[in-house]
């Protein structure tokens, strides 16, 4: 005898929160839309609300953007009502790795030739920063990327870079040659005497281990800003 108590598994009748995942199953993921994305992220809604919903609202605060998206901390998204400490990562954690992609891409297999083929990768990876962050590309004698990091974290006027650091890392990764890097998220391009000083106390301590200073980029939305191009290196 058929059990008429028994629910359905057909996908027409999977639950609101799962149906943008029936879309990417029958038409891939290239036809869903942000919101249906950010949905299958978020996994299931609210008590009064869908996952769709949720995402519709969370995109809503970064102006419907993913750039602006991915500027939101977790307290940003925690803002959003039914979006807790575990969606918040997930989402977190899904932009950070569309971050990496996107980076990654600009210098796979490549060598370092001039700024902005540097400075692509470079505002990939730091741009969206709501604070200034201080970093170095380590590179081989090949001019190719051993290694990429992040020295250093400070507040929204400064970061400080400790030369030591940078030059012990350097040791270890077996550089031949640094690029640093950082980023001004006031947008304005033009170093200051404190990032002059900076690289010319950096690029003293590493003369001393036969390391080369390539140059050093500052960053932001508005473009790059290159010391090796403008000759103060």
């Known amino acids: 005898m058929k059990n008429v108590n028994k629910p359905s598994t057909s996908i027409k009748n999977w639950a609101a929160d799962d149906r943008p995942r029936e879309k990417l199953l029958l038409k891939g993921a290239a036809a869903l839309s942000n919101s249906e994305l950010l949905a299958i992220l978020l996994n299931t809604g609210s008590k009064n609300r869908s996952a769709l919903d949720l995402a519709k609202e969370i995109l809503k605060k970064g102006d419907d953007n993913l750039n602006e998206l ?5 307290a940003d998204l925690k803002q959003v009502p ?11 954690a899904a932009l950070e790795l569309g971050r990496r992609r996107h980076a990654s891409a600009a210098l796979e297999k490549t060598v ?15 741009k969206d920063f709501s604070y200034e962050v201080f970093a170095v590309i380590f590179l081989n004698r090949a001019n190719k990327i051993n290694h990429f990091e992040i020295i250093s974290k400070g507040g929204i006027s400064g970061t400080v870079a400790d ?25 304005n391009l033009q170093p200051s005497r404190a990032d002059e000083e900076l690289t010319k106390k950096i690029k003293e301590a590493a ?8 140059d050093h980029i500052i960053v932001s939305e508005e473009g790059y800003y290159s010391f090796a191009d403008d000759g103060i290196l």
């Open 82 to 92: 039914g979006i807790g400490m575990a969606k918040s990562i997930s989402i977190a």
């Open 112 to 126: 370092i030739r001039s700024s902005s083929n540097i400075a692509q990768y470079l505002r990939a990876s730091i």
């Open 163 to 187: 030369p030591r650091i940078i030059l012990k890392k350097a040791l270890e990764e077996d550089a031949t040659s640094l690029v640093l890097c950082h980023n001004h998220p006031s947008g």
């Open 207 to 214: 003369s001393f281990f036969d390391i080369k200073i390539l």
């Open 70 to 74: 991915g500027k939101l901390s977790l």
